[in-house]
């Protein structure tokens, strides 16, 4: 059995760290919770991750010779997810960037082109940094496939690269320019960072033969069609009143097409009320006294807020449901999630979820606290969402829970 989930028994491969991600769980909770469904006598052959994120829980099912199925509502995520989860040989990328540079020296900016780009493009961009940009994601293009696995890999480069050759405040998880940064070069920026994603690739090893790993950009709770199956589910949801990531990625977004209004993303993401009636209070109730209480306290501080609340712990709800007609007989569920707050109301997401699970019949689920080690230096956040040391600043959560329960 995993006796703790705190720390993991080594260090993290450099392919986890080929792009930014916010509150990306570290990758030993999964093999730790292999360990564990299999201690506990689940014959565990598909991993599924229904948040899947960037793919930690992708990459270190693939390495334990697991089957693996994502989904993640952000298709950068699922982008990072696809590029982390795929073995290149390195000189096939070699010569795929050499073309790329070659083809972007060559391509000329003309003005339609910066015209073409959005006003928060040239928020964030210097006109400078936007001509090169646009060479680069040109060359990219030209240069490579739709849907290819190479394309997936030099736009996931050009995605890393967005924020630092931006006025994006460095470090901070929210939308804040900086006037008096001084971006970096994007031709420098970008040799550096395939530079990185090869040599992370270049370690990164999976069994022979490869189990099976597919990720789909898609909505959980509105998926139909295929039903999937797995033996263990190992996801994080969402936590409410955290992070939003259609601002967070809204360069990324911009950039690579997915949207030409970031905040498009947002629409079905777990605890969005925009443009749907709010909840009903009745139907509130229903969900226990943890979703109620921390209703009516929200209501006092911010009536808008409480409806996001109460659809967060809606959709929660729904999610666990769904995840529990996705595990096989005797399939077990961990879900990694933590408590947050907002303003002078705390929002306990663990006790509600634990909830869930027992509302929609897990048998003996299980909270165990893990302390949520890679932010124990710096566990207070600033007004501009940067990390902090400084005890006067919003204190972070420093723990976070793990819940476990298996299907009747």
Known sequence: MATSWD???TKEDLIHRIHPYPARFPAFIT???LEYA???????????DVFCGCGTTAVESKRNGKDYWGCDINPLATLIAQVKTHKY???ALERTYAAIRDEARRFVVRSEDRAEKSDRIHYWFSEANIDELIRLDRAIRSVTRPYSAHRRFFQCGFSAILKGTSYWLTKSIKAQRDPNKDPRPVREAFEEQIDLMRRANAGNEFPRPSPKTRIRARNFLGSTGRRERADLIV????YATSYNYADIHQLSTLWLGYASDYRA???NMLGNRHGIHPPQEKTIK???????YTYKEMQT????????????????DKTVRRCRDLLVARGMAVFVIGNTQYKSVKVDNAQHLEFCMERAGFNTVRAIPRRVSLKTMTPYRDALGRFTRDSSQRRVYAEEFILIGTKA
Do not use: M
Request: charged share 30%; net charge positive.
């Open 286 to 292: 229903r969900l226990g006294e943890t979703a109620w």
């Open 235 to 238: 996801t994080s949801p969402p």
């Open 301 to 316: 501080q911010s009536p808008s807020h409480a409806s996001s609340i109460a659809k967060y712990h809606l959709d929660l």
């Open 31 to 33: 093999s730790k919770a």
């Open 89 to 91: 040989r390195d000189r």
């Open 265 to 267: 993303l947002r629409r």
């Open 7 to 9: 720390f993991g028994d």
């Open 38 to 48: 299999e201690a506990d006598g689940v014959n565990v052959r598909n991993v599924a």
